[in-house]
């Protein structure tokens, strides 16, 4: 097999250790060197120099879990990098070791048999460690509201069902009074704003059987939440900040229907602003796990089921499809509901946030904003076809039809 790369390293990354591989080619058999490193600061310096002076270009490691991100980073801007998927890597089972791992790793990158991973610059990948971690303070919160609903039920108190929001002005007006003491069904009530539900509801819902352990639970959650909406807004401020830079990029695509600002922001972090790096769209759909995926034997297709992964991209894109197709004579709920009516509402919903990311590509590509091409799309396209379908359909409920150009 051609050696593409004669001078490569492998690298099994490891928390405390890492165990390198240096591969030479030559006109004989390949030289292979094979040494153990910490994985200190003092330990990664000492195995740049080591690789360096066998004269190695390219190196490739496993994206194991973070631990790579350190030699990453001390390695980057000396050598060739190469992340590696683990799954796309994997050697014959009952062969592992630490040794073979690196070995193996480096025949593959010699062959060029390995595909790099998508490794964005340092400011993306901050801006996304910001993004990520505002998504699970998010989720964290929301955790804990749905606690205290428990806490409330417990309580025989159904403040959730007079209140859309037990957590607005006059839930949390409710729970202060609770914790502060306060029992009296007519007391309770007289802190809740103008809703919807009687004055009578109000009272039935907030008649319950209240001890301090309910108290202690619910000052334990509302702190917590005090605590995580404070740190949300320090993580927003930091958002802004290192949005600086891909500020227009952001705002371009926040004109697509669906994508607000925080989704917008999302968008970037995850996949950048270089469209350079995914050849084409539909590159990118794949590495989004946004397409079918490939599993065919004997000339069958046994699965078209979504390949798991990309969770934050995906999940956020998903949330803004549902948004986007409630958008009025647009191009996305038109095709939502041409989807809808063969695949699902599942498939289709999937199929929308696909065409956004595609549009996502372009627009970032090419620096342009968002373009609808409006419901009538689909119709324009093959007016003919669109034309037969409506006639079966008329001759399928006992009409017959003659058609007369306009």
């Known amino acids: 097999m051609e050696v593409i790369y004669p001078r490569c390293a492998g690298l099994d990354v490891h928390k405390q250790t890492v165990v390198a591989c240096v591969r030479i080619a030559g006109d004989g058999p390949p030289l292979q060197e094979v040494r153990s490193f910490a994985s200190t600061t003092s330990g990664l310096l000492a195995l740049a120099d080591w690789l360096d002076s066998f004269g190695v270009t390219h190196v490739a490691m496993e994206a194991t879990g973070v631990y790579w991100k350190p030699v990453w980073h001390v390695l980057e801007g000396h050598f060739e990098l190469v992340l590696a998927n683990a799954a796309h890597v994997k050697n014959v089972p009952g062969r592992k070791t630490d040794v073979n791992d690196a070995m193996w790793l480096a025949d593959l990158l010699a062959h060029g048999l390995i595909r790099a991973s998508f490794v964005p610059p340092a400011a993306v990948q901050e801006l996304r460690a910001l993004t990520r971690t505002r ?148 590159h990118l759909l794949s590495w989004a796990c946004l397409c079918p995926r490939n599993d065919e034997s004997a000339g069958k297709r046994r699965s078209t089921r979504l390949r798991r992964g990309g969770k934050w991209l995906k999940t956020t894109l998903v949330q803004a499809a549902w948004a986007a197709v409630k958008v009025k004579g647009g191009y996305l709920q038109a095709q939502f509901h041409r989807l809808r009516a063969r695949r699902g509402a599942k498939k289709a919903i999937i199929g929308v946030a696909a065409s956004m990311l595609t549009a996502a590509w372009h627009m970032l590509r090419d620096g342009t904003e968002w373009h609808d091409l409006g419901a009538a799309h689909f119709d324009r396209a093959d007016a003919q076809k669109t034309a037969n379908r409506l006639i079966r359909r008329l001759q399928q409920i006992g009409y017959n039809v003659q058609l007369a150009p306009a």
Do not use: W
């Open 135 to 282: 998504k699970q303070f998010v989720r964290e919160r929301s955790a804990h509201v749905l606690r205290i609903d428990k806490v409330l039920e417990d309580a025989n108190l159904k403040l959730g069902v007079v209140l859309t929001d037990i957590m607005g002005k006059s839930g949390r007006a409710v729970l202060q009074a609770i914790i502060d003491g306060h029992h009296d069904p007519a007391y309770l009530a007289s802190c809740v704003g103008r809703v919807k539900a009687s004055r009578q509801d109000i009272l039935e819902a907030l008649r319950g059987r209240i001890t301090a352990h309910h108290r202690f639970m619910l000052k334990l959650h509302l702190d917590h939440i005090d605590a995580l909406n404070k740190a949300i807004a320090q993580i927003e401020k930091e958002v802004g900040l290192g949005l600086e830079t891909f500020r227009q990029a952001a705002t371009l695509l926040s004109t697509m229907p669906g994508l607000s600002d925080i989704a917008a922001t999302v968008v970037v972090a995850e996949i950048g602003i270089d469209m350079s790096r995914f050849a084409t769209p539909a």
